[in-house]
């Protein structure tokens, strides 16, 4: 129907259909011209986007001296790399990001929209955010750097121009790299609609970012070092794993999972549901990007109606095909790939 129709039907005025409509389009009540209705259809991951450099020691780390080491560059970014882990594994996934005006961004873009649809990211004219890590002969990260100045510039009104995406999803994958009230704003929109959530604290320093209550968050995934600045609390013994994902959920958090590098993870529920659950050992190549890959195939497990356990289980199996590979994102990852790891650890 035109919107004249509209008005001769409804005995309103034309313009002020025109403002109705407007409104229903910027709250993702409608789509476009047409007045289609959305349904929820894949899967939002908001965040960074970033170049990542690895610095890894040949030999052990000699201080105050120059140590031969070897480097490598790959594309980055929390929201990032978990797009890519799920566009592999066949999803339909939209990213919402900002990379710069540079050479990185449009690298970034570039090797991204393979796998990912990129059409609601943009391009600022600030310098692309960048990731790096410093890792031990093993492949274990000593410490990192991170310039992502790029994503003060968010704000609420880049997130309302997206939400006819944002409000249609499946799920909303949601990392802490943009500001604080931009955070919660996704947060509260995304409790009122419905729309389920997955929170990832890039780091211990950004959980800072997240409120107080998670009321309406579907899922959070964490690691410790996140958990204990996030509740302010150490966490020291198994005990004190389950106590401190327990506490998230009394915050609101629907299903909360806590990972515990070489020790795989324990996850704790809303409805008093906690396991832990360890993971295969396997040869390391390389750690960076197995936290990614864990969250990937959990939110894929739990679309396909896994339950908290077997999601947690998917997770941990792509993240062990991750951390195998040199790169960040496995470029071996798909369903078969995964299929075969699920039964051979998991049986």
């Not at 259909?17 to 209705?37: D, E, F, P, T």
């Amino acid at each position: 129907m035109t919107q004249q129709e509209i008005s001769e039907r409804s005995n309103m005025s034309r313009s002020a259909v025109a403002g109705h409509i407007s409104n229903l389009m910027k709250q993702g009540k409608i789509l476009g011209r047409a007045y289609v209705l959305p349904r929820r259809k894949g899967i939002t991951c908001i965040g960074g986007a970033n170049v990542d450099r690895k610095f890894q020691f040949i030999d052990r780390m000699i201080p105050e001296t120059s140590n031969p080491a070897t480097t490598e560059q790959t594309t980055g970014g929390v929201a990032r790399n978990i797009a890519e882990n799920l566009g592999r594994l066949g999803s339909e996934v939209n990213l919402v990001t900002v990379v710069g005006e540079d050479t990185e961004g449009s690298w970034i873009l570039d090797q991204t929209k393979t796998h990912v649809d990129i059409s609601a990211s943009q391009r600022l004219n600030e310098a692309t955010g960048t990731y790096s890590a410093i890792l031990d002969v093993d492949g274990e990260m000593m410490f990192a750097l991170a310039d992502m100045n790029i994503y003060e510039k968010i704000d609420i009104p880049f997130i309302e121009k997206r939400w006819a995406i944002i409000g249609s999803s499946e799920m909303v994958m949601l990392d802490t790299n943009f500001p604080p009230d931009v955070i919660e704003y996704i947060i509260r929109r995304c409790a009122s609609e419905g729309v389920p959530l997955t929170i990832i604290p890039v780091s211990a320093p950004k959980v800072k970012h997240l409120p107080d209550s998670l009321e309406g968050v579907t899922w959070f995934i964490c690691n410790k070092g996140e958990a204990e600045m996030y509740l302010d609390m150490e966490i020291e013994t198994e005990g004190d794993f389950f106590k401190a994902a327990k506490a998230i959920t009394q915050r609101g958090a629907e299903r909360v999972v806590i990972t515990r590098g070489e020790m795989g993870l324990i996850y704790y529920t809303a409805y008093q549901e906690a396991s832990a659950i360890l993971p295969p050992k396997v040869d390391v190549a390389d750690v960076t990007g197995a936290g990614d890959a864990l969250v990937a195939g959990i939110i894929y497990g739990y679309l396909r109606g896994s339950d908290t356990d077997g999601s947690c289980r998917i997770g941990v199996s792509c993240s062990t095909i991750t951390i195998r590979s040199h790169f960040t994102v496995s470029p071996t990852l798909n369903q078969g790939n995964l299929q075969e790891e699920f039964s051979s650890y998991f049986n």
